[in-house]
């Protein structure tokens, strides 16, 4: 069983204001698909993102992580409990939970281990919801390019390999669920090139190429991109989501 990697707690607080939040409907539709609205588990919650918007959804969640330095940056809600703990031992009683999630993570999780877990603690036909995104989406091609060379060229040597795991949309991983087809979910915001940029300095390989190489290659990608992109200027930055469904047979 691998030991938890943590690769966020150091960038906990710029993670909780600047990453994407997901959209309403996706929780909607799981609370449709969950046999019961009692209760939630959001497994690797971090700063909440998933787990704050399933309260809306059910009667009650639990948000774990391994790391209390993300967890430190959940915004608390009166249906939410968050606790640290690894995700193959959530300490959850057996065949209580409605729904188990996992956002744009699954891919840094034991998932044999993890998959026993939420099999243990699922509820008969529970629901196991996994979710990631890949690089934003502006729909202007000078934008776009530049962020493909950016996470391909200058940061792409210091993506963990995990990363390849996002990249196929989770489609290459075991998932010995009853699968069922979701329809297109994605996330979109209006932002500022600011956000955006903000936003891609949270990404774990520009930490890594920070610490490499003693500069910041954030600050030749903002020069880049001002060519096409005004700093006061508003844009609708789009991430489809990859998602993936199983229920408990």
């Known amino acids: 069983m691998h030991t938890f990697a943590d690769h966020f707690s150091a960038l906990a607080p710029a993670y909780a204001a600047a990453r994407p939040t997901y959209p309403p409907e996706l929780f909607e539709w799981l609370g449709g698909l969950a046999p ?15 787990t704050l918007p399933l309260a809306a959804v059910f009667d009650e969640v639990i948000g774990t992580d391994a790391s209390a330095a993300q967890l430190a940056q959940a915004t608390p ?22 729904l188990v999630t996992v956002a ?3 891919h840094w999780l034991d998932l044999p281990a993890f998959f026993l877990e939420a099999r243990r603690v699922l ?3 529970g629901v196991l919801a996994v979710w990631c995104y890949g690089l934003p989406l502006t729909g202007e091609a000078r934008v776009d390019d530049a962020l493909d060379r950016f ?9 963990c390999p995990e990363r390849r795991l996002v990249e196929s949309g989770y489609r290459t991983l075991p998932f010995p669920f009853a699968e069922l087809e979701p329809p297109a979910f994605e996330m979109a915001h209006d932002w500022t090139l600011r956000q955006l940029l903000a936003y891609v300095a949270t990404w774990s390989a ?6 490499s190489e003693r500069y910041d290659p954030v600050a030749p990608l903002a ?13 609708r930055v789009r991430w489809p989501l990859s998602v993936r469904v199983g229920r408990v047979a």
Not at 77 to 98: I, K, T
Not at 206 to 211: E, I
């Open 206 to 211: 520009t930490a890594r190429f920070l610490a």
């Open 223 to 235: 020069a880049e991109l001002r060519a096409a992109w005004d700093d006061d200027r508003v844009r």
């Open 104 to 106: 744009q993570a699954l």
């Open 151 to 159: 996470y391909h060229e200058t940061v792409g040597p210091y993506w």
């Open 36 to 50: 019961r609205r009692h209760l939630a588990w959001d497994c690797a919650a971090g700063n909440g993102q998933a």
């Open 123 to 125: 509820v008969s036909r």
């Open 77 to 98: 809600h009166p249906r939410v409990r968050y606790r640290a703990a690894v995700a193959h031992a959530s300490g959850l009683a057996p065949a209580s939970v409605d």
